[in-house]
């Protein structure tokens, strides 16, 4: 198989294999509600299948290609996606531990880093000041209790 | 004669001092977030709808209006500065709105576009004003196997229209897309049964999957993730203005036709159900070449080619609330969030609204009057401001994005898991990006799947569980083989052509 094919026929194998995944995950819900005609499997096993059948085509049509068909495919790179993957899960784990600023003045770094900012010093301080303001409109403008962490004693006493 | 005293009414729910400054900030913050490279209307919106939970429906909607169309306006600005449309509707724009600028008449461009996206949006509300209440008449008669058919036509033509007709198996992919939609639309608690479906185990999944997660994730996020994976920052030249917004005479006089043209072209398209905004921008985009006294200009920043475009947009964006309202049938990626804006208060859109809830309808359609007007007076003079906000250099712009996602997902329902969401619709939208498959379906499917599957089954509950009942009924049947139609008819042209 020529390479310029590859990322297609694996995209289609990805849907197809998921579609599949949905069609047998559904045998697992109860129906037979006498009251429900169709039962609440019927919706899932047709998205199985139209997942699956679509994963099909896109693998027959990713085979027949020729190159000028594929829209152009720059180089990529993997680290700086990762690096804000691994931020937004860290941020996931920690957010309500350590509070809204320091989690999302952390994605904030990773994030000006991974786009090729290496001043990390300067962008954290840009990271607080920007969850500081945002956590204070959301919290005393609009009433919306973003998590404070450890500060939370902070503002306990004017309730 | 009753629809403008209902209007009227509207007007008093819209017109309160609080309820203003709602407008006000709704307009500056959507064009603020709408002029960001990289995010369209919809991740505008959707970003910004936690802001909104705190206020009654009323503010909350008129706060609404004034995002939605200052996210427009802001995309238009970005598309003429930076030529980067934010969505399919502004693609014109970001073409001869982008000459001008490179001509030194970007100001002149975004003064053609600001006036006249307000007098689209302004013909384009009263059209809403007038076309909802005939629509909810019809609508009121329809029933489960036609609502279910329609809602396949609208699945149908979003997912050909968005498919790239060049691509490999492109409408295979659309369709990919919108049964992921669809898909992450069951997860949780079925509403009929009380029966869980995919939730694994996982309370905090019965719930369902928050809309507005989803629609961040796949358009922000996995933009951030693409665009790290793709060029790591490299800016794109952005044109400075230079003088102020005054058009000439003449630029007013070749403007205004293009405004009504643009339109009338725009709103009818718009507002059926399987329009959506790139055949009127790119219909508007024509006629303005052939009418055109310097047809040859078009290409090097004509401003017909801004003027029409633009006020098509933004008359189908007014045409899209239509259908939204009166059947609850979202046919463009920011009608889908609007929906799940509504629902986020308890309100689902169609005909029963107009009943239950006229004076908030009423409030929200002068809403769209007043938020309109509102991005007029802030945005002409602030157009210098806009363009410095597109100067935040690339690293600092997509940290901000990633903050501003985190901000949209977590103030929701304060749950971690919503963040992992977050990031796992964006890992898959930046995959989807890099195959070059729509995203819009699957955020349609989402949102619509549901509703569609309730349909569906009510259907079914009527005829006994006999599927003949989606082909004895004729509009039903009509609707359906109509969807069929649009799904093949790309395919056909295309091997004819081959």
New interface residues.
């Given amino acids: 198989m020529s390479a310029h094919r590859l ?2 026929t694996l ?2 194998s990805a ?1 197809v294999a ?2 599949v995944a ?1 069609v047998v ?2 045998q697992q ?3 037979g ?1 006498t009251y ?5 499997a019927m ?2 096993n047709l ?1 199985g299948i ?2 699956t059948l ?2 099909i ?2 693998v ?3 085979r ?2 020729s190159l000028e ?3 152009y ?6 680290w ?2 990762g ?3 691994a ?3 860290l ?3 920690l ?2 531990r350590l509070g ?1 600023i320091p ?2 003045a952390t ?11 290496r001043r990390i010093l300067s ?1 954290a301080v ?2 607080l000041v ?2 500081t303001v ?1 956590l204070l409109v ?1 919290t005393l403008g ?6 404070l962490g450890p500060l939370e004693p902070l503002f306990q006493g004017d309730q | 004669m009753e629809t403008l005293a209902l209007l009227a009414q509207g007007f008093a729910v819209a017109l309160t001092p609080d309820n203003l400054i709602w407008s006000i900030i709704g307009v500056t913050l959507g064009t603020a977030i709408g002029v960001l490279p990289g995010i369209g209307p919809a991740t505008t919106v959707a970003i910004l709808m936690p802001l909104t939970v705190g206020l009654p429906p009323v503010s909350a909607f008129i706060m609404f209006a004034g995002i939605y169309y200052g996210a427009q306006y802001g995309g238009s600005t970005t598309s003429i500065l930076l030529n980067t449309p934010g969505e399919a509707g502004s693609m014109m724009t970001a073409v001869e709105g982008n000459a001008m600028a490179r001509r030194g008449r970007g100001a002149q461009a975004l003064a053609t576009a600001a006036i006249g996206s307000f007098v689209a949006g302004t013909i384009g509300t009263i059209g809403l004003t007038f076309a909802a209440p005939l629509l909810v008449e019809i609508a009121l008669r329809l029933t489960a196997p036609d609502y279910f058919a329609l809602m396949v036509l609208s699945f149908a033509t979003v997912t050909t229209m968005l498919s790239n007709p060049t691509g490999g198996g492109s409408i295979a992919f659309g369709i990919a897309s919108l049964f992921f939609g669809l898909l992450l639309g069951t997860v949780g608690l079925d509403p009929q049964t009380g029966q869980a479906r995919f939730a694994f185990g996982v309370p905090e999944l019965l719930d369902g999957i928050d809309t507005v997660v989803v629609a961040v994730g796949l358009f922000a996020i996995g933009e951030t993730l693409f665009m790290a994976a793709t060029d790591g920052g490299k800016a794109d030249s952005l044109h400075k203005l230079r003088g102020s917004l005054r058009m000439s005479r003449e630029d007013w006089s070749r403007s205004w036709k293009p405004w009504l043209r643009g339109s009338l072209i725009g709103f009818p398209i718009g507002a059926i159900p399987a329009g959506g905004s790139e055949i009127p921008t790119v219909l508007s985009y024509t006629l303005e070449k052939k009418l055109s006294k310097k047809p040859e200009e078009f290409g090097l920043g004509a401003i017909e080619g801004v003027a029409g475009p633009e006020a098509a947009n933004n008359a189908s964006a007014a045409g899209t609330l239509v259908p939204l309202l009166t059947l609850g049938l979202p046919t463009s990626a920011t009608a889908a969030v609007l929906l799940a804006a509504f629902q986020q208060f308890g309100l689902q859109p169609g005909p029963l609204l107009f009943e239950h809830e006229s004076a908030l309808v009423w409030g929200v359609i002068a809403s769209l009057y007043i938020g309109n007007a509102m991005l007029l007076v802030l945005n002409l003079p602030l157009a210098g401001v806009w363009a410095r906000v597109m100067l935040v250099p690339r690293p600092l712009l997509f940290g901000g994005i990633l903050v501003l996602a985190s901000l949209g997902t977590y103030s929701l329902n304060a749950s971690m898991l919503d963040v992992v969401l977050l990031f796992a619709t964006g890992a898959v939208g930046c995959v989807m990006r890099a195959h070059d498959v729509p995203l819009v379906p699957a955020v349609l499917g989402l949102v619509l799947g549901p509703l569609a599957e309730l349909q569906f089954r009510r259907a079914l509950a009527i005829s006994e569980g006999h599927l003949t009942v989606f082909v004895t009924r004729p509009l039903c049947a009509a609707l359906l083989a109509l969807s069929v139609v649009v799904l093949i008819a790309p395919a056909i042209f295309k091997d004819r052509r081959a």
């Fill in positions: 990322p297609g995209f289609g849907v998921l579609g949905v995950a559904s819900i109860k129906t509600f429900d005609v169709v039962g609440p919706f899932s998205i139209g997942l679509s994963g085509v896109s027959i049509s990713a027949r290609a068909d594929l829209p495919q720059p180089k990529l790179n993997i700086p996606v690096l804000i993957s931020a937004l899960l941020e996931a784990a957010i309500s809204w989690a999302v994605v904030f770094v990773a994030g000006t880093y991974a786009f090729g900012d962008n840009i990271g920007l969850a945002i959301f609009l009433g919306i209790d973003l998590p």
